[in-house]
């Protein structure tokens, strides 16, 4: 073990060479460390003050390798907004499993950290902007209580990178339960053997999966277990408003975790058709598609499977019956966590129709997503035009009503919705005047305050409230951008 903490070991190159390529970071001239997650890195058993030093800092960009690493680029494919190619780490280097004394096991990732042979022509690098927006958004869906990818560090290169105009090279070094990807699958089944396939398969249910030896059949117990786990996912993103932007199969971890901030934003004003990616021209991604594309995906992953899932009618309906089932597991973890904002703890058969029609009312009256479901749990009605309106007044009645005939005390009720819905979120406008001023201005106050309050979503703090409005004016024309 290394002085700074690194446990780091190699189990994913026991599998066959082609799911990965060993190389090397490329070296960086000058690198500065911007931000550090001593949280994450003290819940790593690593030393936080120790990864601040010159030695630590050389590690975080790749310059030297943390004791133990032997850096990879994996192999992977993807369906890219319908279209399925090979693809693979352009720019990022696996330097292994870090390893708890407790057990867990995490990837430790390198991202922008130079060319691979999966570059495609890019340069292999990454610019502060980007790695800035992915370690305020998973930083933030960790704390609102959604599987993600974490970030460990940003350090900037001291070298620029050339994209439209000339940007601020910097490293991410991202940490999470795995980098498999459904689109890992679709390569093995695309470009390997059988026996491939079983190996990297065998390899997921043992890094992911207890209780798989139990299982009649260990390969649709796998595919049992990611639709699960996406099923839940998904349903907390739609549950806080958060569009992912880009849920191309290489983008769907089989961990379950979220991944890939590219064209990521929350959603400030409720409509089901909100998109924010620069790319996404027809709405394949928009927030109300995201159920139904993690069940397309999922369907491209049991295809995957089918060689060791086996071929028979039988095994063929089992399989199609598990897929088929993502819709009922999302549904029931999206009304659960409905019913939960609501402070309904009991289940009636009209609470769906309850909640459809309070979501029909903020879209009418255009009303914050966030805020809505705050003002609610509250109980301050001012402010929003939504709480004005006589449709509203109705279903408030409604919903008083329906809570009365539950046996829960008002003050749990109230502690509920407050553990349920945040008062804050990363609002667009927040995350890119912090981004901008790193970037143009090199003051990172504005993103160390926006962490600060993001830190914990359900605190209803102070000093909070100055992040709970939405902008003057709609984002309806906010774009984000591919690139991280």
């Excluded at 769907?252 to 064209?263: H, L, N």
């Excluded at 329906?402 to 109230?414: F, G, N, Y």
């Excluded at 605190?459 to 690139?483: I, K, L, M, R, W």
Aim: hydrophobic share 35%; aromatic share 10%.
């Amino acid at each position: 073990m290394s002085e700074i903490g690194w446990r780091l070991q190699q189990p994913y190159m026991q599998l066959p060479d082609k799911f990965y390529e060993e190389i090397e970071p490329e070296p960086v001239r000058d690198p500065q460390l911007v931000f550090l997650n001593g949280n994450l890195a003290q819940s790593l058993e690593l030393d936080p003050y120790k990864l601040q030093s010159e030695e630590g800092v050389q590690q975080l960009v790749g310059n030297q390798l943390p004791h133990g690493a032997r850096p990879i680029s994996q192999a992977y494919a993807g369906h890219q907004f319908g279209s399925f190619t090979m693809l693979g780490d352009g720019r990022a280097h696996l330097l292994g499993e870090h390893v708890t004394s407790d057990g867990r096991r995490f990837d430790i990732q390198l991202k922008g950290s130079g060319q691979t042979p999966y570059s495609r022509g890019g340069d292999g690098r990454a610019v502060l902007g980007p790695m800035l927006r992915e370690y305020v958004i998973s930083e933030a869906l960790h704390a609102l209580g959604v599987p993600t990818n974490r970030s460990l560090a940003v350090s900037v290169t001291g070298e620029p990178v050339r994209r439209e105009q000339t940007e601020i090279g910097a490293v991410l070094m991202r940490v999470s339960a795995s980098h498999l990807r459904v689109g890992t699958f679709q390569y093995a089944r695309q470009w390997g053997s059988v026996d491939d396939l079983k190996a990297l398969a065998d390899y997921a249910l043992e890094r992911h999966f207890e209780g798989y030896e139990e299982a009649d059949n260990r390969y649709l117990f796998l595919l049992e277990e990611v639709v699960k786990r996406q099923a839940k996912t998904v349903s907390q993103w739609q549950l806080i408003g958060f569009v992912h932007g880009v849920m191309n199969t290489d983008n769907m971890t089989i961990s379950g975790e979220s991944i890939d901030y590219g064209p990521c934003a929350f959603m400030n004003t409720y409509d089901q058709e909100t998109v924010f990616s620069s790319i996404d021209f027809y709405g394949r991604y928009k927030y109300g598609n995201q159920p139904k594309i993690a069940a397309w995906n999922l369907a491209r992953f049991a295809e995957s499977l089918l060689p060791l899932i086996g071929d028979d009618d039988e095994t063929l309906k089992r399989a199609e019956e598990v897929v088929h089932r993502f819709i009922d597991y999302y549904r029931d973890e999206w009304m659960r966590g409905m019913r939960r904002k609501l402070g309904l703890v009991n289940e009636e058969d009209a609470d769906e129709t309850l909640i459809d029609d309070l979501l029909t009312l903020m879209k009418e009256h255009e009303a914050d997503f966030t805020n809505t479901f705050r003002g609610l749990t509250l109980s301050e009605y001012e402010g929003m035009a939504l709480f004005q309106m006589d449709g509203f007044k109705e279903w408030k009645s409604r919903w008083e009503e329906r809570l009365t005939r539950q046996e829960a005390k008002s003050d749990d009720v109230a502690e509920l919705m407050r553990q349920s819905n945040p008062a804050i979120i990363p609002r667009n406008n927040h995350v890119e005047a912090a981004i901008r001023a790193a970037e143009e201005e090199g003051d990172l106050s504005a993103m160390d305050d926006l962490l600060r309050v993001l830190s914990n979503p359900y605190a209803y703090s102070d000093e909070q409230e100055a992040y709970t409005e939405p902008p003057d004016e709609s984002d309806d024309d906010f774009v984000t951008y591919c690139g991280t």
